[in-house]
């Protein structure tokens, strides 16, 4: 780890111990909004054109992510590089094999955030100096601290998602996405040799491939607890089912396989949900389980009451088997999901 983002780490965690911000580690506090501007922009529409740019336009940044969730607050640096059609590569200051992530800022998901919350446009906003309009979208029917479940900074030259932050029910910050530095390219950049080795092709299903998998027995559900939706459903080179669930804001991977962990399998044994899972030091954090004859692997930047809500109605609690199984495969395999969480890529 170099010196510089240990500082930094250390003084991430310093802050929260003390009772500071956590948004100190991502990028300085932005100014208090001013009246919305004038000619009401609509709070989608800055929305929708962000993820049009964003898909559209060559660029390379710096961004730095912080997650409060598990017992120690995580604190990552990734090099994003976005090539139009050919999707985004996502890089560490030390490589962690996060692979090609999706584009997450789709129509989609848009339609499930307008579906679930209350969107405006709060006013303009500094943000690491930026210039951008700030975006809330706030829980129908709330006031108070927990009325406001995320926010989105848009900056004002590139048209981008800077800064995106998701609410737990009591207003903390949960995640934090923000872009530290940004360059548009001209021409689509060239992977540098430290790039991540290509990761296996996945195969996206659609309904009726679903379906079939339902019919063969696969428990796939479409909604989960807290509005979370399935909008997007992939099959790994390795068998592996990878099902994406979403609110619009708020986004769950569920990693599902045949077979059941190991005895000996790693992480800390810790009770979610009525269940026990083991949940890894990684960042982000990922919860893995057995039931139904299938081995689970969840990661989220949602707050913990909605991860608890998604594991209690999910098969838990098969008992671990001795001798082989998928435990070691799971840890390998799945050491890329941080990318699945991107929502600038």
């Given amino acids: 780890m170099s010196r510089l983002r240990l500082l930094l780490l250390v003084g991430c965690v310093g802050a929260l111990v003390s009772g500071g911000s956590v948004l100190a580690c991502v990028a300085p506090d932005p100014t208090e909004p001013t009246a ?62 996060r692979g090609v992530a999706p584009d997450l800022l789709d129509d989609n998901l ?31 029917g709330e006031t108070g601290a927990s009325a406001v479940a995320g926010r989105f900074w848009i900056d004002r030259v590139t048209h981008m998602v800077w800064r995106r932050d998701v ?13 530290s530095e940004l360059r548009i390219t001209d021409t689509p950049p060239r992977p540098t040799t430290k790039s991540i080795a290509a990761v296996p092709p996945t195969t996206h299903l ?47 991977s569920l990693f599902v396989q045949h077979g ?8 800390v044994l810790r009770e979610v949900g009525g269940g026990l899972v083991h949940v890894t030091s990684t960042a982000p954090e990922q919860l893995v389980w057995s039931g139904g004859g299938r081995t689970w692997t969840l990661v989220s930047d949602a707050p913990e009451s909605t991860i608890d809500e998604a594991v209690l109605v999910l098969p ?30």
């Fill in 36 to 97: 919305t501007p004038a000619g009401s922009v609509s709070a989608l529409g800055l929305l929708q054109r962000a993820a049009a740019v964003t898909r559209s336009t060559s660029w390379k940044g710096v961004q730095s992510i912080l997650s409060t969730r598990g017992d120690m607050p995580h604190y990552d640096v990734l090099i994003v590089t976005h090539t139009p059609g050919a999707g985004s590569t996502v890089e560490g200051v030390a490589d962690n094999g």
């Fill in 110 to 140: 848009f339609a499930l955030l307008a579906r679930h919350y209350d969107l405006r446009v709060a006013g303009a906003a500094k943000s690491d100096g930026r210039d951008t309009l700030l975006v809330e979208a706030g829980r129908p």
């Fill in 167 to 179: 609410m737990d029910d009591d207003g903390g910050v949960v995640v934090s996405n923000a872009f």
């Fill in 206 to 252: 659609d309904d009726r491939q679903v379906q079939q998998l339902i019919d063969d027995g696969w428990p796939i559900v479409d909604h989960l607890p807290s509005g979370l939706e399935l909008f997007d459903a992939r099959l790994h080179p390795d068998g592996v089912v990878q099902l994406a669930y979403s609110d619009g804001l708020s986004t769950l």
């Fill in 260 to 267: 059941a962990l190991p005895a000996g399998t790693g992480g």
């Fill in 316 to 345: 838990h609690a098969d008992p671990p088997v001795a001798g082989e199984g998928v435990g070691d495969k799971v840890w390998r395999g799945l050491s890329r999901v941080g990318a699945w969480l991107n929502p600038f890529a």
